[in-house]
């Protein structure tokens, strides 16, 4: 981050948006991006976001629904809020991410992967809250290898601000692109400013609780767009709150989406459509 408190303009609050509810099968979902009416690509890098739950799963549940299923071109970062999360995927990578970890997932070039409830949690049930991101990949990047790391609780590096009142959880710094992704858990009266480059993407999704940004008001299971037009970001906590936060330079390049793949022209997401049905993806043995 660059720039200072004297010398930076606030960054203008353009609108806030709704997540709109739209569940899979049981598991309670709100889509925060996409946003209706929004070009897909006003965000980018950042291109969705799902957020699961809360919820409480009773006993002898079923779980998470996402068997086996194709990427490309993108990276996906998951934070498992509460309950837990086995991954498990075809270029080799396996884990069981309990709640407060995060696994960040570069699809690149094509993979195969799960994402499912352990059998505990299946046969105990209990308290789950999921959200997901897309984040884009350059034309330069869509097919790199695949790659994955995953991160319990413990393992995530978290600073304090504001006397206390602001646990910052910093997710890794990934070597491919310059995103940079945070938890904020603020407690009411909290106060912290943090200074982004005017010409990169702002990503800012208040999980739940009520925060003021740059002297506008929001609540939970809602996302904030900003003009790319000052590099200084006040929040306030009006009550305890959780916000996810990131920034990321913008690609400029066309953005096709199609289902599970991400790219930058028809062809190509074409292209991907038949290397996933041809096997070139891996095979996934359960």
Partial sequence: M??????????????????????????????????????????????FLNHHGPQVYPMHNKGLPFAP????????????????????????YESHI???GIQWMTAGSGVLHSELSSEEFKRNGGPLEILQLWVNLPA????????????????????????????????????????????????????LIRMVPAEMSVFFYVVRGEVLVNGKRTNGRHLVEFANDGERIDIQAATDAFVLFGYGTPNHEPVVAHGPFVM?????????????????FGHFLT
């Fill in 2 to 47: 660059t720039g200072s408190l004297a010398d930076s303009s606030t960054r203008s609050v353009v609108a806030f948006h709704a997540a709109r509810r739209e569940d899979i099968g049981d598991l309670v979902t709100y889509q925060a991006m996409p946003v209706a009416g929004v070009p897909f690509d006003r965000f980018e890098p950042f291109l």
């Fill in 69 to 92: 299923h194709p990427h490309r071109g993108f990276e996906t970062v998951t934070f498992i809020l509460q309950g837990d999360l086995i991954h498990k995927d075809t270029s080799g």
């Fill in 98 to 100: 309990k709640a407060g």
């Fill in 140 to 191: 330069r990047l869509k097919m790199t290898e695949p790659d994955y790391v995953g991160l319990q609780k413990e393992d995530i590096h978290r600073d304090m601000a504001d006397n206390g009142k602001v646990l910052i959880d910093k997710l890794p710094e990934r070597d491919l692109t310059d995103v940079r992704l945070f938890e904020l858990i603020l407690k009411k009266g909290a106060n």
């Fill in 264 to 280: 930058n022209t028809r062809e190509e997401i074409e292209e991907a459509i038949r290397d996933y049905q041809a096997g070139k």
